[in-house]
Structures are given as C-alpha cells and as structure tokens.
C-alpha cells in the first residue's frame, strides 16, 4: 500500500459534536472561495545549506488540491524554512548559501519566487493594524488587491468581505478593534482568523502558514484548524508548521510531514504515522495517547541511529510511491502555469488614498499617544523654559561682545530648543515606526501596495502633527524665555527639523529589525549631528578629513537660521565668530529641505530593498 494511501479517520471524542456544530453554522467558505482546479506543489530533494550548516536534506513531497497538509517537528528541524522556501519567501542564493533540488507549481519547475503571487502566506505574528477592524482590514485588502481588476465593483468587494467575516466566524467581532497593549482588542483566534482571511480576499491557489496555532487556547486553535479544514475541502490546498497539536486537531490533518534536523522522516497519511514508526523503528505508540505527542518525544529522545532507519525508510519509499507521481505531475500539466496571471496592484493614486485613510484613521483612534506626546513636551518645555527663564534680550552686538557670558546662556537657549525638536521627534518616530514594519512586510510581500505610497502617506500625516508639536513647543517656552525673533519663523523652523529628525529615525526604523535595535543605534546618528554642527567646539577645531561631515548635519542648519531669527543679520563679528553668513540663510533652508527629501527617498529605497523577502 502508498504512503499517501487514504486512511480514514473520526474526529476526536472531545470535539466530534462541536466539528457537527461548527460545519452547520459557517457559511459555506465554497461560496467564498471555489477550488482552483489542479493546483499542486511538488518538490524534490530539496537541500539548503547556509555556510556548513545544513538547514534541509534531500526533502521530497507534495501537495495536493483538497488535502490539508501539516509540517511536525521539533524546534529547529527546518519546518518553516522548508515552507519559506516552497513560498518563495526565502533567499536560497548569496553569499554562503547553496540550494539544490527542484521545486514545480502544478508540474512547471522553476525558482519559487516565480510562483509567490500564487501562494497565500501567513505568517506567525499576526502584523494587523490594531487600531482597524477586522471588515476595515479585510476591505482594506480587498481594494487594493482586487481594484487592480476592472470588472469587479466596490459592491461586489463589499460582499466578498461579508461572506468572509461570516465563513470565518468574525461576525460578532467584525467592528471590534484588533487592539495591542494598550487598546483591549480581539481575541487570539479572531485576530489568526482575521489574517487568514486577508489572504483569502485574492482566491489564491493554496495557503501557507506559519504556526498559526501559538499563542491560541484550544478552542481558538480547534476553531482555526477547522476553517482551514473547510477551506481544503473547496479544493485549496492547505499547508500549515505546528509544534505540538492537540489530538483533536491532528485528526483534522489529511496528511503530515514530520522533519527531524531538516531530514523527513515521514510524509503521508496522518493515520498511518504509528504503523510507520513501529514498523521501521520498533516504536509503539501507546493506546488513547496523541499521535503528535508520540512522535515529537521520541524525535527528541531517541538515539540518532533509530532517527536515521525512519529518515531512510522514508526515503526508500518516496523514491518508490512519491517521485513518480511528481513525475507524472511535472509532465502532463507543464503548460498549466503559464496561462495565469499574478493579481495586480491597485494604481498607485488609490494605494496611497487608502494608505493616507488608514493612517489618518490609525492616529485618531489612538488619543492615549498623542497625550502622552503633549505630556512630554509641555513637561520638558517648562524645564527647558525656567532653566533659560528671561534669557533673550534686544540689544547691540557691542552689548553681547562685552557680556560673553550672557550671549552663551542666551545662545545656548536656542541651541537647547533645535536640539529638543530634533531628539524628540527622533525618539518617538524610532519607537513607532518599526512597530510597523512587521505590518508593511505582510502587505508588500502580499502585494498590496509599493513603498512609495507607504512613505508618502505617513509623511503628510506627520506634517500636521509635527506642526502642533513645534506650535506646541513654541508657546511653553517662547515667553518664557523671552525670545526676540518672530514667534512663526521659529515655529516653522522647528517645524523643518523636526521632519528632518523624524525622516532620518525614519530611516534607521526601515534599516533596523526592531525598535531595541534602533534605539541602541540612534545616538550613532543624533550625537554626530551635535558634535560636527560646530555647536560646542568650532569647526575649525574638528580635524579637516571629519570637518565635511557638518555639510550633511540638518541640526547645523537649523541652530544657523534660528540664530538669524533671534539675532539678526547685523552682528558680523559675531557671526562670524559663530560660522554664520546671512546671504545664506536661502542656501540653509534649501540644503535642509534636500536633507528630508533625500533621506525620505532613502526610506523607500531600504524599505523596498528590505521587503523583497519576508523571512
């Protein structure tokens, strides 16, 4: 008998009735989602190595139309490296890596990233927009990845989302937030339910996912396995990674591949994994125990050689059962590939309408952050205020040159607010951006939108908010102070570095994996901006192959116009004293302008370098 020879199997006492439940009360996801015909993944002898370590070795098998397919193992046998590669979502070229073997979409061999598009991938953290709705973000989806297509109508994507958010079980939560930390949101299993259903919007022609299960109790995780289940059974073929399932859920599975240090040991019918296991290593699985449990524990704790007679036993009847069938596959439907097409993005004028929305709509429903933000600043403005407290005053360059002192405290003053403008809109720019980044990886990887659009969107959204906080700013200390320059060339200057601060933090967010990394890595970029602006020690002083550094430093130029603000043009000894020629203020409002734009071009650049692979 095949390896892949159908075993029936009942549903687990604990969950027979609720499966009964459960399949009368879901819409019907055929309805939803009409299999694809013929669609099929097959792989063989699939080996990736990374330097001398071997991720993969020699991994056959595939997937078939109808099945529900889940990939065992213990943590670090390869299972989710295994299914980035079939998804085209690992880079299996570069320094140090080797990959061999061959991978086909319904029998066409070729590099999985040709077929990405074709595939559904959902990754393990759930990356939703905490402060949407499970509908908002499944219309938000479906415009962008069906409004490519001309004939189909807004009320048509309306309808799409309403039979999705009733297949998945997301009716009574559809107006819910998803929530994080700070806003009570959805629970687990919706949010897991909610990113399934955003892949599901474009009708792919099989779905990936990556763990889905962490994190969900087990009803959440019964539940999700169960839609999956039913989503299979249109036609879909469904692969999932899981650790350890619950007996109930492993029933569920139609086939199981199993990999033990990136070598299968099994692939086949879920039923038959015990019979496999006693009959090629002596090992018996004891009545009424989960099949799953049996097989991770003794993965973990018998002897290599045992491991090694399963991995080859394997491999004996794959290369008998397994690689003619790919065969046949990869001969007879070879053509079928190349009469699809990928689904296509929306145009690039409604990626950024629906980016613009989102963010507007993502920053309103989230008043806590902008409180704290105004908390901040109307604290370290009143600091900032009483420490130079009367500090300005309206008189000649001879009153300033014979009261050094004073000039410094009142010189200082506005070094202290560039200085505030440029840390503050860098810190809370570098905490929120890569917070984000996980979200826009999942949407570009999925096609939704470019990099263009995303940075777009978020810098009109910022223009205002960065124009309250430099306002913001201004009235706590301009009187406090007793500033003499116009009060609303000094708010727009702060204005212009706080961009600039907010652009370059957004470029170390797009650069950095987490928002700890970027943290660590902001004072390389802030603290040089200080020292090389000539702003405690005169440039003349800093050696001359470091001196060019200052031409590239915006807070040089802002200290530079927010002096000609406050003191005017007429003080030549002064300026020069302090590097500053007023026939060129038009040259330091330029140069900073170029600064924000080149480092917000710099943004998009690494964003879309970074996003052409989602690990």
Not at 14 to 20: T, Y
Not at 329 to 336: C, G, P, S, Y
Not at 453 to 480: C, G, H, Q, R
């Amino acid at each position: 008998m095949s390896m892949l020879d159908s075993v029936p199997v009942a549903p687990g006492p604990m969950h027979a009735k609720e499966l009964d439940h459960q399949t009368s009360t879901f819409r019907c996801i055929s309805e939803v989602h009409p299999g694809h015909s013929g669609s099929s993944l097959e792989w063989s002898h699939v080996t990736f190595k990374i330097g001398d370590k071997t991720i993969l070795n020699d991994c056959t098998g595939f997937l078939r139309p109808g099945e529900l397919t889940a990939v065992l193992g213990p943590s670090g046998s390869g299972k989710s490296t295994l299914m980035n590669i079939l998804g085209g979502r690992q880079r299996t070229k570069g320094r140090g890596k080797s990959f061999d073997g061959a991978v086909s979409f319904c029998g066409q061999v070729d590099e999985p990233v040709k077929f990405r598009s074709r595939i559904a991938y959902v990754m393990q953290d759930d990356a939703l927009i905490a402060t949407s709705t499970p509908r908002e973000i499944l219309e938000f989806s479906a415009k962008l990845r069906l409004g490519a297509k001309q004939n189909i109508a807004r009320s048509e994507m309306k309808a799409l989302v309403k039979d999705l958010i009733d297949s998945l079980r997301l009716t009574s939560c559809s107006e819910t937030l998803i929530g994080n930390e700070l806003i009570k949101g959805v629970s687990g299993g919706e949010r897991k339910r909610t990113s399934v259903g955003v892949e599901l919007i474009t009708k792919p022609d099989m779905i990936f996912l990556d763990e889905p299960l962490s994190g969900l109790d087990s009803y959440a995780a019964f539940t999700t396995v169960t839609v999956l289940k039913e989503l299979a059974e249109t036609g879909v073929p469904v692969m999932i990674t899981v650790h350890q399932p619950s007996s109930e859920i492993y029933q569920l599975f139609d086939n199981v591949m199993i990999l033990s240090a990136g070598e299968v040991v099994y692939y086949g019918k879920t039923g038959r994994v015990p019979e496999f296991f006693e009959r090629h290593a002596g090992l018996t699985c004891p009545s009424n125990f989960n099949p799953a449990d049996f097989v991770l524990f003794a993965l973990q704790t018998e002897p290599r050689d045992v491991i090694d007679r399963l991995v080859l036993a394997y491999k004996k009847s794959s290369e008998r059962d397994i690689m003619p069938s790919i065969d046949a596959v990869r001969k007879t439907h070879k053509e079928l590939v190349m009469e699809k097409k990928a689904p296509g993005r929306a145009s690039l004028v409604a990626q950024f309408r629906e980016l613009l929305y989102r963010e507007i709509q993502s920053t309103l429903r989230n008043p806590v952050v902008l409180v704290m933000r105004y908390m901040i600043l109307l604290v370290l403005g009143l600091v900032f205020g009483l420490i130079f407290f009367d500090v300005g005053q309206k008189q000649d360059q001879t009153f300033w040159l014979s009261n050094a002192a004073e000039f410094q405290s009142y010189f200082g003053a506005v070094v202290a607010l560039n200085i505030m403008a440029m840390m503050g809109s860098a810190q809370t720019t570098v905490l929120a951006f890569p917070a984000q980044r996980g979200i826009f990886l999942r949407e570009y990887a999925a096609n939704m939108y470019s990099a263009v659009p995303y940075v777009i969107s978020k810098t009109i959204v910022e223009l205002p908010l960065a124009f309250m906080d430099s306002l913001f700013l201004m009235i706590i200390t301009y009187w406090l102070m007793n500033l003499q320059g116009n009060f609303m060339l000094w708010v727009l200057t702060l204005w212009l570095i706080n961009l600039c601060a907010a652009s370059l933090a957004q470029v170390l967010g797009a650069a950095c994996n987490s928002a700890a990394q970027a943290i660590q890595v902001l004072p390389l970029l802030t603290v040089p901006q200080i020292l090389f602006g000539g702003i405690f020690t005169p440039v003349d002083n800093i050696p001359v192959w470091l001196r060019w550094l200052q031409y590239v430093c915006f807070l040089k130029y802002g200290v530079n116009i927010t002096y000609l603000i406050e003191f005017g043009d007429d003080f030549d000894v002064i300026n020069d004293q302090q590097n500053v020629d007023p026939d060129l203020l038009g040259l330091y409002i330029g140069v900073t302008f170029a600064i924000l734009i080149v480092m917000r071009m710099t943004s998009i650049i690494i964003l879309e370098r970074k996003a052409k692979f989602v690990f």
